[in-house]
């Protein structure tokens, strides 16, 4: 929509439609300054620090002939940096040889990200990305590879503009490209490219697709178009592989084709695999699924390898272990009884973590005549000193009902490590002498019994259970067991409708009177601060502003002390603004030693507007000067403040450091995600909540006034800031030089933040689309009719009319701030509705090509695809599958992957053993679905050079499957009964998964 400009209702005529695009606004200093940070880092030097010069001379300082001399920087760190300050506008001078200096450094990753993102709110621009390659003096294999690695050559099975570009290369130009390729993903691309487009070309080039890493992915695509016509080659090249794997993996491609025609050539590949090893954990367990007990003495010979080579390490760790655990585990689902002597022989085996893998085994076998040799086997388990050899052997106790072992893990609960108790809790609290051993753990020695005690009976949830844990707090000594028996009886009491008293306070505070007298630090004594007053307006006393300050120094977290909460719910927070600002001032004053953090967390609960300025200033400060640690925990602080303000700074605070110090802008989406949790709303409403006003007022518009002009500041269309002479009623190029200095600055500010928040909200609003999000009339009109960041996307999107879940009609709001329908007719509300954006696949084929028109006339650009987004349907073949396998096998740079798929909104699944990340998840809350894409060979802390291996995408509902830290939940296969058949998926959910799915992994599935 280019000619439309948001502003706030104001008098006068509207602006022409039409007018020429705003002034760039990259800003030369923040690019210069992101290079000088490098180059003034002692840690880089040499080529590296070479490279950063005559980068920064070519793009600051304009020096046309350091272009070539610029080698590739292996720092992603100072990459991502650089990426941040990539331009809105192409045209900047000093922004697009930012784009030549990426594309030289390797950062072509971030440059494809950029290209992609602009095509998605612009259309395809291929001369723009022909010139870019061009002006970065790329040859034809560096841009061939470019193009392959990062921006997608096909889109529904047709070439793109990229595509089309790859397709004009000469067959020696793209031959020699393709030995350059660094990532299988890439090869993949120009194999789909050319099977779609050029099929008779393939043969000239399939040897030089198929060589290198992972040979079978471009057979699989061979094979998918045209399986008789490449079986041939592909045997061939099979037969000239030097590796078994990649002979192994050439034949699994043929026998999808042609099934059971090669099952004499994977049987042999599949026992040379387990024998001599060469394969990877996933290669031999295909082996012994495929072919049961023909391979067991090759498994058992691969499990002895794996045992052996454990025993003989020098510093040896399970880790080492997890392929013969694995395979232990395989082979009881897999051979049934001819399994049964291999995983006898290692149910007694040390390493127990091999003995509960056989266990495991043997379960799953389900033989009656191996319950003596299991009791035995978890009995001994459970003697291990090992927190998570316990409580493995704990999950293995709760699925034989043909053992007791009760007294055995009673003895358990003064375990040292937490999950361990957790485990136990669990399962003792089923038994029914749970109460009468829980009350006897209260008066154990050991505070972790007592503890173990405590969770039981919180979890019991009667009434004389909390009534003991009540009067158990008058004697216990352990911090830790205290702070979990308050916030269960806190819990206990919210839902019984009582409320602590200051008597019941004074109580605790009599028990802490000697630790008391010495404050926690010498810089924060209750007698120097101003004073609190109570929500009647009574004075808090010494020793009762003591207590505050103690107990707030216990908590290590960035939250209210548990025991101190239901003190801060009796302070009137109108009148404790004053008291904030000193804590924070002396905290700041003695050092701001990180370990006294929790002084910010009692100005944040404390505090009012007033301390948002300081502490945001402090943020920026500490993360200037390498104190980004301690950044984050005072962004964790700004949102205790509670307000919107405080909320709104959290959110810019997100934003601005996106990409550098990422660590504080996550920190910040962290603290907003709690925010919104203990608000009672979802991130969604807190994200409409804190939409920043930036310098505008609700309701009033934003008007300079210098040198005998009037302009008023408005956000077009394009997000873009436009200055509108009200006088002459057009636009103004600038403000007029009489404005203050201070207007001056303030407009340069507002131009440099609304650029991020511009991006911010762009992502945020497409994501509400793919999510259904839906508003309730008055909320809708409150935030797009009023607000001028929101405005712009009114008038750019066709908008739905909901009444119980269901489309009503479509509207459009024009410029003048009227509502209309295709026909240009005009559109009433009923109070009851709700208003959403509309998804393509909700609109029958004359509504969707009416709307289209609509939005022409108008010369309406959306500000991201709405009715031309790419809509994908089930196949009818395909709606009984309960998983998409397309994806299997695939693999890309592990960075892309993380950078594409969490800008799409996808966040990591579980984190378990070191540091493995098993999954991505998308959640679609409105549809009640979360769709979760397996990983394999994917950790934290990847590199640039490391690549990602994707999965099985599985589709369940929401909430049914748990991912966090050390769990094990995410679906195995297509039986586990939260699947969801994709047939049942929601038509919006599946188009939309894998859409964006299609464009984390840059190919086409199906």
């Not at 020096?63 to 990426?83: E, M, P, V």
């Not at 007694?348 to 973590?353: E, G, N, R």
């Not at 008023?712 to 203050?740: G, T």
């Not at 397996?934 to 640039?944: A, K, P, R, V």
């Amino acid at each position: 929509m280019p000619g439309a400009i948001a502003s706030l209702p104001s008098k006068g005529p509207s602006p022409e439609p039409r007018q020429a695009p705003s002034a760039p606004m990259t800003d030369r200093d923040e690019i210069a300054d992101t290079f000088d940070q490098f180059l003034n880092d002692d840690y880089y030097g040499g080529s590296a620090a070479q490279s950063v010069a005559l980068a920064r001379a070519y793009c600051v300082d304009e020096d046309d002939a350091a272009l070539n001399r610029i080698q590739c920087l292996s720092s992603s760190y100072w990459l991502s940096l650089l990426g941040g300050e990539l331009p809105d506008d192409p045209e900047d001078s000093c922004g697009r040889r930012l784009l030549h200096v990426l594309l030289r450094l390797g950062g072509g990753d971030l440059v494809g990200r950029w290209y992609l993102d602009r095509c998605s709110q612009c259309g395809e621009d291929q001369p723009l990305l022909s010139q870019l390659m061009e002006e970065a003096q790329l040859d034809p294999a560096q841009a061939i590879g470019f193009l392959a690695e990062e921006i997608p050559l096909l889109d529904g099975g047709q070439p793109t503009a990229a595509g089309r570009q790859v397709l004009g290369y000469k067959d020696s130009t793209l031959s020699a490209a393709i030995g350059q390729l660094g990532s299988v993903s890439a090869r993949e691309q120009l194999a789909s490219l050319l099977v779609e487009s050029d099929p008779k070309r393939v043969a000239k080039l399939q040897d030089e697709l198929m060589s290198g890493e992972q040979p079978d992915a471009i057979a699989r695509i061979l094979l998918s178009k045209d399986p008789k016509r490449f079986r041939k080659c592909i045997v061939q090249k099979a037969g000239k592989q030097g590796r078994t794997v990649d002979r192994l993996h050439l034949y699994q491609a043929l026998d999808e084709a042609f099934p059971g025609k090669f099952e004499a050539e994977l049987l042999d590949l599949s026992r040379r695999i387990l024998s001599h090893g060469g394969g990877n954990l996933s290669d031999m367990i295909w082996a012994v699924e495929h072919f049961g007990a023909e391979v067991v003495d090759e498994a058992r010979r691969q499990i002895e390898y794996g045992v052996l080579k454990y025993e003989k390490a020098r510093w040896p760790n399970d880790y080492m272990l997890h392929d013969a655990r694995d395979l232990l585990e395989v082979v009881g689902r897999c051979m049934g009884e001819a399994g049964r002597p291999l995983l006898h022989d290692y149910l007694a085996s040390k390493p127990v973590l091999l003995g509960q893998a056989a266990a495991t085994a043997l379960l799953a076998v389900g033989s009656p005549e191996d319950h003596g040799r299991l009791h035995q086997a978890l009995r001994d388990f459970l003697r291990e000193a090992s927190g998570d050899s316990i409580r493995k052997t704990l999950e293995l106790i709760e699925g034989c009902e043909f053992v007791d072992f009760r007294d055995e893990l009673w003895k358990q609960a003064g375990h040292k490590s937490k999950p361990v108790r957790a485990a136990l809790s669990r399962y003792l609290r089923q038994q029914p002498d749970a109460r009468e051993r829980a009350i006897q753990l209260l008066s154990e020695r050991k505070a972790a019994a007592r503890l173990t005690g405590v969770e039981i009976l919180l979890a019991l949830g009667d009434e004389a259970s909390f009534e003991l844990l009540d009067t158990h707090t008058e004697g216990e000594k352990s911090d830790e067991v205290r702070d979990t028996i308050l916030l269960g009886l806190e819990a206990y009491w919210l839902e019984q409708g009582r409320e602590m008293t200051r008597e019941d306070i004074a109580k605790r505070i009599d028990r802490s009177l000697e630790k008391l007298a010495t404050p926690p630090v010498d810089w924060l004594q209750a007698s120097q601060l101003p004073p609190l007053r109570l929500r009647g307006g009574e004075e808090l006393s010494q020793e009762e502003l003591a207590y505050l300050i103690f107990r707030q120094s216990r908590s290590k977290d960035m939250r209210a002390d548990v025991e101190a909460k239901p003190l801060y719910a009796l302070i009137d927070r109108r009148l404790s603004g004053d008291f904030a600002l000193q804590v924070f001032e002396r905290f700041v004053g003695s050092g701001a030693d990180a370990k006294d953090r929790w002084a910010m967390a009692l100005a944040g609960i404390l505090g009012d507007d007033r301390l948002v300025g300081p502490m945001r200033r402090q943020i920026d400060e500490w993360a200037a000067n390498s104190r980004g640690k301690l950044a984050e925990y005072a962004v964790q602080a700004l949102t205790l403040i509670g307000s919107d303000v405080a909320l709104l700074a959290t959110d810019a605070i997100a934003i601005r450091y996106r990409s550098k110090n990422k660590n504080i802008g996550k920190a910040a989406n962290v603290a907003l995600d709690a925010a919104a949790e203990v608000l009672g709303i979802d991130r969604d409403e807190l994200g409409d909540r804190i939409v920043p006003w930036l310098v505008f007022e609700r309701g009033q518009p934003k008007v300079y006034e210098a040198g005998g002009r009037r302009l008023e500041l408005r956000i077009s269309s394009e997000l873009k800031p436009v200055l509108w002479d009200l006088d002459k009623d057009k636009r103004a190029a600038n403000l007029p030089k009489a404005a203050s200095d201070q207007e001056k600055a303030e407009f340069k500010n507002f131009k440099k933040t609304l650029r991020d928040v511009a991006k911010s909200q762009l992502l945020r609003v497409e994501n509400l689309l793919v999510r259904q999000r839906r508003w309730a009339l008055t909320r809708w009109r409150d935030l797009f009719e009023e607000h001028p960041l929101l405005r712009p996307f009114a008038m750019g999107l066709v908008w739905g009319r909901y009444a119980d879940g269901e489309l009503v009609d479509c509207f459009h709001m024009l410029e003048d701030g009227s509502f209309t329908d295709a026909d240009d007719e005009d559109v009433s509300f009923a109070d009851y509705e709700e208003i959403g954006i509309v998804h393509p696949l909700e609109l029958e084929e004359d509504a969707l090509v009416a709307w289209s028109a609509h939005l022409s006339d108008h010369e309406i650009e959306p500000p991201f695809p709405q009715l031309t987004r790419r809509v994908v349907r089930v196949a009818a073949a395909d709606r009984d599958k309960r998983a998409i396998r397309d994806l299997e096998r695939h693999s890309l740079n592990a960075m892309s992957f993380r950078g594409r798929a969490e800008r799409l909104g996808w966040a990591r699944g579980s984190v378990v053993d070191a540091g493995g990340v098993t999954s991505y998840v998308a959640s679609f809350p409105a549809a009640g679905v979360d769709v979760f894409l397996c990983l394999e060979e994917f950790w934290i802390g990847m590199s640039m050079e490391d690549e990602a291996r994707l999965g099985t995408v599985f589709f369940v509902r929401s909430g049914s499957v748990q991912v966090g830290s050390y769990i094990y939940d995410e679906p195995e296969n297509e039986k586990d009964e939260r699947v969801l058949a994709l047939a049942e998926v929601p038509e919006i959910v599946y188009s939309e998964a894998v859409g964006q799915l299609e464009q984390i992994a840059g190919r086409t599935l199906g």
